[in-house]
């Protein structure tokens, strides 16, 4: 039957390490913690061309779906289903800083990369509509 050691390897590496100065914790130019307003910017979404292909990048990347242009329909294609829309909203409103709520959904406005592209840039980046 196997015991286990007295003292793990980690625990003797742990006692005999080096010891930190308290105060080198301390320092305060070695925590660099940004402002609380810059975490909470939101991002200006201004070019459809250039939001269209943020959305591309969304589909690929987070969702795992190739989309073959960015007017293909996503529904009849079979790339957006109920549970695909869903994180699609979570990441826009993560990649957009953007609010969309889902009783306020249009599904016209998310047949193609375009029509998600120019919801995004209505809405303005900041969930409020021009």
Same mark, same amino acid.
């Given at each position: 039957?196997?015991?286990?050691?007295?003292?793990?390897?980690?625990?003797?590496?742990?006692r005999t390490a080096?010891?930190?100065?308290?105060?080198?914790?301390?320092?305060?130019?070695?925590?660099? #913690?940004?402002?609380?307003?810059?975490?909470?910017?939101?991002?200006?979404?201004?070019?459809?061309?250039?939001?269209?292909?943020?959305?591309?990048?969304?589909?690929?990347?987070?969702?795992?779906?190739?989309?073959?242009?960015?007017?293909?329909?996503?529904?009849?294609?079979? #790339?957006?289903?109920?549970?695909?829309?869903?994180?699609?909203?979570?990441?826009?409103?993560?990649?957009?800083? #953007?609010?969309?709520?889902?009783?306020? #959904?249009?599904?016209?406005?998310?047949?193609?990369?375009?029509?998600?592209?120019?919801?995004?840039?209505?809405?303005n980046g900041n969930?409020?509509?021009?």
């Amino acid at each position: 039957m196997w015991t286990p050691p007295k003292y793990s390897e980690l625990a003797t590496n742990w006692r005999t390490a080096p010891r930190t100065d308290p105060q080198d914790l301390l320092r305060k130019s070695e925590w660099r #913690i940004p402002p609380y307003s810059s975490l909470l910017e939101t991002k200006k979404v201004d070019d459809p061309k250039t939001v269209a292909n943020r959305v591309a990048e969304i589909f690929s990347q987070n969702l795992h779906v190739e989309v073959p242009s960015h007017d293909s329909d996503l529904f009849t294609a079979g #790339i957006l289903d109920s549970l695909q829309l869903v994180e699609l909203l979570f990441q826009l409103e993560e990649q957009f800083g #953007i609010q969309i709520s889902l009783g306020d #959904i249009d599904l016209e406005n998310f047949r193609s990369i375009d029509c998600i592209a120019l919801l995004l840039v209505h809405q303005n980046g900041n969930g409020a509509e021009d």
